[in-house]
């Protein structure tokens, strides 16, 4: 963690409570108390990780939005996902001896904080936590495909439709949807560099679609009044979300 950010003391989980959520139990539940390491608070625009450099430690978001992004040399940006709370984000870098990718703060961030130096002991005693840090890693492999499957094959109106429909639901299932809305906090560039799009394009794409009437989006909420036609629009798989594990 860089200097935009501080260490606080570490209350219970408040994600716990949400039915998305899998929660371990006995022994898991003793030695995911005993991972933590306390908490850390990133501000907006604060590096959670830099590009490049090298980290002991592991996350939980418990609050709070960030994107997981590539730069290229000369400074262009490529944002691959976002963070929500309840990701465990910093598998990716157990077995590469530097960070291969950065993650930003959008909003203020709370962060559980876990030490990498104890994976190697979750692994080999508790294998039904071992199983859950699998079953993450393999989300965001799926997160990631549907990411370079909106960028590489879907059409303009079909990307843009894509990004807002799959924030909106990913949003719904992380419980920060307020009145059944969703403000955004990224701005139209950062959802630009979603979708290796120009900010003009994107801002052509996004108001053919607003002609829909299938979502309103004005002052960065974002209301989806037909789920269903929205991921039409998107060309997307409206399946139910799955529950999933809590580390």
């Known amino acids: ?18 039915a998305i959520f899998i929660e371990a139990v006995g022994a898991e539940l003793d030695f995911v108390s005993s991972f933590k390491m306390g908490e850390l608070h990133a501000r907006p625009g604060g590096a959670i990780y ?45 077995l ?17 904080v876990f030490s990498r130096d104890r994976l190697d002991e979750l692994f080999r ?16 492999e799926r997160l990631l495909d549907d990411q370079l499957l909106a960028v590489g094959r879907r059409h303009a109106r079909e990307r843009v439709a894509f990004l807002l429909w799959h924030l ?8 920060v949807l307020e009145g059944g809305a969703l403000t955004l906090p990224m701005t139209q ?3 630009a560099d979603t979708l290796g799009m120009s900010l003009v394009t994107f801002n052509k794409t996004l108001q053919r679609l607003r ?12 209301e989806i009044h037909d789920e269903g036609a929205m991921a ?11 529950r999933r594990p809590l580390i």
């Not at 002609?211 to 974002?222: C, I, M, Q």
């Open 1 to 18: 963690m860089t200097d935009s950010g501080r260490q606080i003391a570490c209350p219970a989980c408040p994600l716990r409570k949400r």
């Open 50 to 94: 830099l590009e490049g450099a090298t980290s002991p430690h592991l996350f939980t978001v418990l609050s709070g939005w960030a994107f997981r992004y590539k730069s290229l040399p000369d400074g262009r940006r490529q944002i691959l996902n976002y963070v929500l709370p309840g990701d465990f984000i910093g598998l990716q870098a157990t």
């Open 96 to 112: 590469a001896q530097a960070l291969e990718h950065g993650i930003e703060a959008l909003t203020d961030v709370r962060l559980c």
């Open 125 to 140: 005693n508790h294998p039904p936590l071992a199983r859950n840090l699998t079953w993450l890693a393999a989300r965001e």
């Open 168 to 175: 909106w639901r990913r949003a719904r299932e992380s419980g």
């Open 189 to 191: 560039q950062h959802l």
């Open 211 to 222: 002609t829909t009437g299938v979502f309103t989006l004005a002052d960065r909420r974002l």
């Open 232 to 242: 039409t629009l998107a060309a997307a798989d409206a399946r139910p979300p799955e």
